[in-house]
């Protein structure tokens, strides 16, 4: 698996949809995560350690699993099918560990509350992940820029990214296309990086 870091959180102000960037350690491949406003904010109130009244919904779950004996490991963005990613959240509990299918964006919320590492299948990452060419700094979804290995990864997964596969992935191929991912803050500040769209701030 691959372990992933979460870079940032973007919004678009053409249409207000939310996307999670998350980076490959040690890279410069991308994986762009379409999440919902309250999944946004969830995330985001962690990482900006916002002091809140009551717990959010993923506070509850969070509290409900260390208040069951459960802990949570890791998460896992497991696959992408149909223009929708799938996750799961490794809890260990009484000596075993369970797997709990999830959304993404839960999963990635209740990360940030458990402080544990994101990762990835490489099938994923090949399939998905977007790359920044270096000297014209556009970006690049599915097998573009991949590497020997990396394309002998994907026909091992099932082949390189067709053409009817590229076009699923058109839902959100555009817009990362807009986003300046180069002049990405290293700290994961939610800063204005492009015109059309605005950090996620005031959450």
């Known amino acids: 698996m691959m372990e992933l870091i979460i870079d940032s959180i973007r919004v678009s102000l053409l249409n207000h949809q939310r996307v999670v960037i998350l980076k490959q350690k040690d890279t410069d491949r991308y994986l762009p995560i379409w999440i919902g ?4 904010d969830a995330i985001a109130v962690r990482l900006q350690e916002v002091s809140v009244p009551r717990p959010l919904t993923h506070d509850l779950l969070y509290n409900a699993i260390k208040d069951l004996g459960g802990t949570i490991d890791h998460i896992v963005v ?4 149909n223009d929708t990613y799938y996750a799961t959240i490794a809890v260990q509990q009484g000596g075993k560990m369970v797997e709990i299918d999830a959304r993404p964006s839960d999963a990635l919320a209740l990360s940030v509350r458990a402080g544990v590492q994101i990762y990835a299948n490489p099938e994923v990452m090949d399939r998905c992940a977007v790359r920044l060419d270096e000297e014209s700094g556009e970006a690049y979804v599915g097998e573009e820029n991949m ?3 990396q394309e002998a990864g994907a026909q091992r997964a099932g082949g390189p990214v067709g053409e009817s596969e590229r ?6 191929a555009d817009f ?6 180069g ?10 990086k492009s015109e059309g769209d605005e950090p996620l701030a005031g959450v």
């Open 176 to 181: 990362i296309e807009s986003l300046d991912l």
């Open 183 to 192: 002049d990405m803050d290293p700290d994961g500040d939610y800063r204005r």
């Open 147 to 149: 590497s020997a290995a």
């Open 37 to 40: 406003p309250p999944e946004a």
């Open 167 to 172: 076009e699923k992935l058109s839902a959100f």
């Open 78 to 81: 497991s696959r992408m099918e």
